[in-house]
């Protein structure tokens, strides 16, 4: 993928503001009295496990879905009161929707070419269509392509017209709904990279939708974490990472996943396996950390390390992580490790966060 020439458009990312926004379908509520803030220009990320109303809030930003309650604002703007076809946005749904009867240039200038039908007068010129086709021909690697129908193309050949469709329009709104998931893991990390690289030269604000919470971190500037049909936090992926705001977050986000433990007032404690230390022989843990004693159960090697499951006296289980040029542990080893103090979490009996 190639750098983005500066387009004839200007672009603007918009800023948008949720406010106690609900949708019911029957009696099962999607979205509760959500409140969110999405910067303009961000790469804004939506978490959650299946059922959350992730893609819910999406549909309600595309303007397929309206909320029962509440507010949807766009640069100070009420979007309920703009026809759907009035609103400057793109979207990308998960299996792509490309015209199958449609040649791949036809699939991409489809918006601009609707947009001439409708107005002659002040629509796109078709030299300019033309040139517009080709500069996202270029952007994402479709040159050769533009002939083929969709059924002649690859699942990665066809996230890239999708999204060059949805490009092409330069709205200030792009919405992703999970574009990555039909993809294999090579394709997956060169389309993320195109995102990346897309959302940079554009400057538009992106939301993108995703099951997987490592994508989502490595790709947002803003993480929004969802469950149950309400956002549970939202921040930058290190605050989000770093300081969960609850026991469902800190067991959500991140990979492997958070170490936990029940404590005797009914709340929980937990770690990350990134932040303990082995201790061998004799070596003792530093004043004020966390010692955790277990036993090694399995080990998983990863390429530039192990993952490694213990169990401790109680048989809980705890990951550890070991990485490349360690002596490895092997399962029936004896293992202790110190946890700093400040890499320490702890979640009251409601599973709120405590302390700072």
Same mark, same amino acid.
């Given at each position: &993928?190639?750098?983005?020439?500066?387009?004839?458009?200007?672009?603007?990312?918009?800023?948008?503001?949720?406010?106690? %926004?609900?949708?019911?379908?029957?009696?099962?509520?999607?979205?509760?009295?959500?409140?969110?803030?999405?910067?303009?220009? !961000?790469?804004?990320?939506?978490?959650?496990?299946?059922?959350?109303?992730?893609?819910?809030?999406?549909?309600?930003?595309?303007?397929?879905?309206?909320?029962?309650?509440?507010?949807?604002?766009?640069?100070?703007?009420?979007?309920?009161?703009?026809?759907?076809?009035? +609103?400057?946005?793109?979207?990308?749904?998960?299996?792509?929707?490309? /015209?199958? #009867?449609?040649? =791949?240039?036809?699939?991409?200038?489809?918006?601009?070419?609707?947009?001439?039908?409708?107005?002659?007068?002040?629509?796109?010129?078709?030299?300019?269509?033309?040139?517009?086709?080709? +500069?996202?021909?270029?952007? /994402?690697?479709?040159?050769?392509?533009?002939?083929?129908?969709?059924?002649?193309?690859?699942?990665?050949?066809?996230? #890239?017209?999708?999204?060059?469709?949805?490009?092409?329009? $330069?709205?200030?709104?792009?919405?992703?709904?999970?574009?990555?998931?039909?993809?294999?893991?090579?394709?997956?990390? !060169?389309?993320?990279?195109?995102?990346?690289?897309?959302?940079?030269?554009?400057?538009?604000?992106?939301?993108?939708?995703?099951?997987?919470?490592?994508?989502?971190? !490595?790709?947002?500037?803003?993480?929004?974490?969802? $469950?149950?049909?309400?956002?549970?936090?939202?921040?930058?992926?290190?605050?989000?990472?770093?300081?969960?705001?609850?026991?469902?977050?800190?067991?959500?986000?991140?990979?492997?996943? &958070? $170490?936990? /433990?029940?404590?005797?007032?009914?709340?929980?404690?937990?770690?990350?396996?990134?932040?303990?230390?082995?201790?061998?022989?004799?070596?003792?843990?530093?004043?004020?950390?966390?010692? =955790?004693?277990?036993?090694?159960? =399995?080990?998983?090697?990863?390429? !530039?390390?192990?993952?490694?499951?213990?169990?401790?006296?109680?048989? =809980?289980? /705890?990951?550890?992580?070991?990485?490349?040029?360690?002596?490895?542990?092997?399962?029936?080893?004896?293992?202790?490790?110190? %946890?700093?103090?400040?890499?320490?979490?702890?979640?009251?009996?409601?599973?709120?966060?405590?302390?700072?």
């Amino acid at each position: &993928m190639t750098a983005l020439a500066p387009s004839p458009r200007a672009t603007r990312g918009a800023a948008i503001s949720l406010q106690s %926004v609900t949708r019911r379908f029957g009696t099962t509520v999607a979205l509760d009295g959500v409140d969110l803030r999405i910067p303009a220009g !961000s790469l804004t990320a939506i978490v959650g496990p299946s059922g959350c109303g992730k893609s819910t809030l999406l549909r309600l930003l595309a303007g397929l879905e309206r909320a029962d309650e509440g507010r949807l604002i766009a640069d100070g703007s009420d979007l309920s009161t703009h026809p759907l076809g009035t +609103r400057d946005l793109a979207m990308v749904f998960q299996d792509y929707a490309l /015209f199958p #009867r449609m040649s =791949v240039e036809r699939n991409i200038s489809f918006g601009l070419r609707l947009a001439r039908r409708h107005d002659r007068r002040s629509g796109p010129d078709p030299r300019f269509i033309d040139a517009e086709v080709a +500069r996202m021909a270029d952007l /994402f690697g479709l040159q050769g392509l533009l002939r083929r129908r969709p059924d002649q193309l690859s699942g990665g050949q066809r996230q #890239r017209v999708a999204l060059a469709r949805a490009v092409i329009r $330069n709205p200030s709104l792009l919405l992703l709904d999970e574009p990555l998931s039909a993809l294999d893991v090579a394709l997956r990390a !060169s389309a993320r990279a195109e995102i990346l690289r897309l959302h940079r030269d554009l400057g538009t604000t992106l939301v993108l939708v995703t099951h997987d919470q490592q994508e989502a971190l !490595s790709m947002a500037t803003e993480l929004v974490v969802m $469950n149950a049909g309400r956002i549970v936090q939202a921040g930058t992926p290190d605050q989000v990472y770093r300081r969960p705001a609850s026991r469902f977050v800190a067991g959500f986000v991140g990979a492997p996943a &958070m $170490n936990l /433990f029940a404590t005797p007032d009914g709340g929980t404690r937990g770690w990350r396996p990134h932040d303990a230390r082995l201790l061998r022989g004799g070596a003792l843990a530093a004043p004020g950390s966390l010692e =955790v004693a277990g036993v090694v159960d =399995v080990c998983e090697y990863t390429g !530039s390390g192990q993952e490694i499951i213990c169990r401790d006296a109680e048989g =809980v289980p /705890f990951t550890l992580v070991q990485h490349e040029g360690e002596e490895w542990l092997r399962a029936g080893d004896a293992v202790r490790v110190e %946890v700093p103090a400040a890499a320490v979490h702890d979640f009251a009996p409601d599973g709120s966060r405590v302390g700072g």
